[in-house]
Nanobody
């Protein structure tokens, strides 16, 4: 699976950004898609993920501020990020698993910087 992210950039604290991730190279519906992020010197952490037919799962630090959505027909996901904080600054990676037992595929990452 090839994953291409878009929508990162620089935003002021309190602002919003919307990330997109489009998957290609697969003809069936992808079991799980989601977003992880990694700031310098830290481990990669879950932001949000959604499984086909399931409810979204969010990391504790983004609950109530971020919303993940999915277009199953196009194997595309979106991440609406609201009320952004400087601590949200990181490289955001799109991820996908074709099935529940598949290894996770990763996009190249997109930088999100929250700063005044």
């Amino acid at each position: 699976v090839q994953l291409v992210e878009s929508g990162g950039g620089l935003v002021e604290p309190g602002g919003s950004l919307r990330l997109s991730c489009a998957a290609s190279g697969v003809s069936s519906m992808i079991h799980e898609m989601g977003w992880f992020r990694q700031a310098p010197g830290t481990q990669r952490e879950l932001v949000a993920q959604v499984i086909v037919g399931g409810s979204p799962n969010y990391g504790n630090s983004v609950k109530g501020r971020f919303i993940i959505s999915r277009d199953n027909a196009k194997n595309t996901i979106f991440l609406q990020m609201n009320k952004l904080k400087p601590e949200d600054t990181a490289v955001y990676y799109c991820s996908a698993r074709l099935s529940a037992v598949s290894l996770r595929d990763w996009g190249q990452g997109t930088q999100v910087t929250v700063s005044s």
